[in-house]
């Protein structure tokens, strides 16, 4: 796993996670190239980044450029943002399994996203059936290594403003002193520590396809 010269392709790069992720793999110098699919620039210029601005419901269209060693899944919206039940299953679902599909096709080894704690095709939540869902479809590739990460409550400043969440993290703060032993993984995670844990997942051997936030943490401690 100590591969150089690597190209990794990253969905969701304009996001909290997917930003840092990006960070850190322009300063590893095991990647040559990184490739950013999404609807809006990064606004950075470096040698190694290769854009795609496009239109993501449609990914399948641009398989030919979706060409890379390792697939980095960030994607994700919030109720508040997609309202609309459909609408949100097409990003949150849709578009990491089109993804899967379109990276197994062109024979990538490594296919890495984020789902959620609590992820559940049989949820009677929406959101963790929506997660859950996409997680056995991804798995259904069969991908020669897939790791799928389920963080708990995601820390770190957002660019844009979601109130309930900031109120939320502000009392996870006080919980996260009392969440000891099996409740650990509820604590919430640093963005950070998922990107860094995304990275490691991506250039070591590791046994577990599901990792859960307390498992996400102890990768990178």
Same mark, same amino acid.
């Given at each position: ?143 020669? *290594? ?15 403003? *979601? ?59």
């Amino acid at each position: 796993m100590k591969t150089k010269d690597k190209t990794a392709i990253i969905l969701g790069a304009t996001g909290l996670t997917g930003g840092l992720l990006l960070d850190y793999l322009l300063k590893d110098d095991r990647y040559q190239k990184i490739k950013l699919f999404s609807r809006s620039s990064v606004g950075i210029s470096h040698p190694k980044i290769e854009e795609h601005l496009i239109d993501l419901l449609s990914l399948e269209e641009h398989k030919e450029d979706f060409m890379a060693d390792e697939v980095f899944c960030c994607i994700g919206t919030t109720k508040k943002k997609t309202p609309d039940n459909e609408t949100y299953k097409k990003i949150d679902y849709g578009i990491p399994v089109t993804a899967a599909k379109v990276a197994k096709s062109n024979e990538v080894n490594t296919f890495i996203v984020i789902s959620a704690l609590g992820a559940s095709a049989k949820s009677t939540v929406f959101y963790n059936t929506v997660k859950g869902e996409m997680e056995d479809a991804v798995l259904a590739q069969k991908f020669p *290594r897939t790791f799928i990460l389920q963080p708990s409550l995601i820390g770190g400043e957002r660019t844009e403003k *979601r109130t309930g969440e900031w109120i939320f993290k502000k009392v996870m703060k006080v919980l996260n002193m009392v969440l000891i032993g099996s409740l650990k993984k509820y604590r919430t995670i640093a963005p950070e520590t998922i990107a860094a844990a995304m990275i490691w997942l991506a250039n070591n051997d590791y046994s577990q396809t599901i990792i859960e936030s307390d498992k996400i943490k102890a990768l990178v401690q």
